[in-house]
């Protein structure tokens, strides 16, 4: 029998042995059908360059899950939820777009059928959603279509087809429900492809409008601030609002100045209290684009920026937009990354608030400086980013020690008019002092007659001139003036 039994697990061993054999042969053949198969680097290109609305990795949302997941209203099958209230709110918004161009639905569905499978190469992870989602994508895209448009379009004049009391589409619906719509909109996981906004606008219109008209429609919706509209094709709402924000450019032959005179060595960036103290001014930028940032003639300007609320959400979606989707580039990363450097707790804050740049919507400057230090968490710096060059310009200026003594003269003695005064007053009293003692003093060695050059009178040493405190000043009055006038300025400042 035990013979026997060996005999069965000796035959199962060989079985197991050819099944691996079996997949190990499965697998070469696979991998030489897709080595002829593959694509060539054109192609392979365009493949890539489709993608723009991306399904985040736990890794990053798990820090933050709220800051990624829409809270109000979902767009896109990535949070779809039949169940959620909006949902009849979208259907209600269909009908009036609807009545109000005199369309039928047909046109629209056909229109965004061409695209479709653009459509779906928008959404990178499509095939991770349920397939009833999947099934209903192009009623998903009109009815979200159609609502984001009704939403827009509530910045550019008044929808007069929904009643006064209306929830979404009244001023009650844009004071207590928009704000939390727009954050929403700027989620990277709850985006629209810009191609379903320009198609329905198009059937609406009886033809394509110009490039920039959805553009202009979310810029008045998501800017308080003038922009201009001309930023080339952008993918979705992120998109255009990342862009809205950096719409500055540094001139090229200052940049390219600052990269040949920099070494290349390792900065310690300071915080904005000790660049302060170290004889740095802060002010305010010309505009509020988040590039522009500059360093000269020791006046570092950084453009204003409003933290609330929704500043947190926002910051991390930019981020990873930045992150995964090639060529968008790293801007908004960058400003960052350069903000966690010179902030790091609220005294920093308290000087950025006290200079116009940080408008502070939380209420404590301890909240804003955590705030601004957790964003940058597992964040690379660009190593070719404009503020890298900032960052030099700021730490060789600071390494020159006439800076910083000239820094600590002014925080001294010129922090207040009543310092300043003291000072004046000190330095006068003491160059009067000098001034009264050798006068004094010149009478002693120069005294006054009428000796002829040629004759040479041998007079004996005198003993020393007893003065009244009325005529002169002792040396002991020169020490004592100066040491008074250091005492008031001590107590002034």
């Known amino acids: 029998m035990a013979g026997t039994g060996c005999i069965v697990q000796i035959n199962e061993d060989v079985k197991n042995m050819e099944g691996l054999s079996t997949e190990k042969d499965h697998w070469i053949f696979q991998i030489n059908e897709d080595l002829k198969n593959m694509e060539g ?21 798990d820090t933050n899950k709220k800051a990624y997941k829409p809270q109000t209203v979902s767009f896109g099958p990535y949070h779809y939820d039949p169940l959620n209230p909006m949902e009849a709110h979208k259907h209600r918004a269909l009908l009036h777009f609807l009545k109000r161009c005199g369309k039928s639905v047909e046109l629209f569905v056909d229109a965004l059928a061409e695209v479709e499978s653009d459509l779906k190469d928008s959404y990178t992870l499509l095939h991770s959603v349920p397939k009833e989602v999947t099934n209903i994508f192009l009623q998903m895209m009109i009815l979200d279509g159609c609502f984001m448009l009704e939403i827009l379009r509530t910045a550019a004049h ?54 920039g008209f959805v553009t202009k429609l979310i810029v008045k919706f998501l800017c308080s601030c003038n922009v201009s509209v ?25 940049i390219r100045h600052k990269i040949w005179s920099m070494e290349q060595e390792e900065e310690i960036i300071w915080s904005a209290t000790e660049l302060n103290e170290a004889g740095i001014r802060f002010k305010k930028s010309a505009t509020t684009s988040l590039k522009d940032i500059t360093f000269t003639r020791g006046v570092l300007r950084l453009p204003v920026v409003v933290v609330d609320d929704t500043t947190e959400s926002l910051f991390l979606n930019l981020m990873a937009f930045e992150r995964f989707h090639v060529g968008a580039g790293n801007e908004v990363t960058s400003y960052l990354l350069f903000m966690d450097n010179i902030i790091d707790n609220a005294r920093d804050v308290a000087l950025l608030h006290s200079k116009g740049i940080i408008h502070n919507g939380l209420g404590s400057d301890k909240a804003v400086a955590n705030l601004f230090n957790s964003l940058s968490k597992d964040v690379t710096q660009d190593p070719d980013s404009s503020l890298q060059i900032v960052h030099k310009r700021v730490y060789h200026y600071c390494k020159k020690p006439w800076n910083k003594w000239r820094a600590n003269l002014i925080h001294t003695y010129f922090r207040n008019p009543w310092a300043i005064i003291s000072f004046i007053a000190a330095v006068f009293l003491f160059v009067f002092t000098i001034a009264q003692t050798g006068y004094s003093i010149y009478p002693y060695y120069y005294p006054r007659g009428d000796s002829s050059p040629s004759e040479v009178i041998v ?29 008031v300025c001590m107590f002034t400042n």
Not at 232 to 252: A, I, M
Not at 466 to 479: E, R
């Open 230 to 254: 001309n930023m080339g094709k952008c993918v979705h709402v992120l998109d255009v609002y990342r862009k809205s924000l950096l719409q500055h450019e540094p001139d090229p032959k200052y």
């Open 158 to 211: 008044v929808l007069d087809d929904y009643a006064p009391n209306d929830p979404i589409f009244s001023d009650h619906g844009r004071l207590h429900v928009m704000p939390f719509i727009k954050r929403d909109m700027l989620m990277l996981e709850n985006q629209l492809p810009m191609l379903v906004l320009e198609k329905l606008v198009a059937v609406e219109h009886d033809k394509a409008k110009d490039a």
């Open 41 to 61: 680097l054109s192609t392979e290109k365009d493949h890539w360059k489709k993608g723009s609305i991306y399904k985040l990795p736990a890794s990053l949302t």
């Open 459 to 487: 007079v004996p040493v005198p003993p020393p001139p007893h003065h009244s405190s009325s005529d002169s000043t002792s040396p002991s009055t020169l020490v004592i003036s100066f040491v008074l006038a250091s005492i």
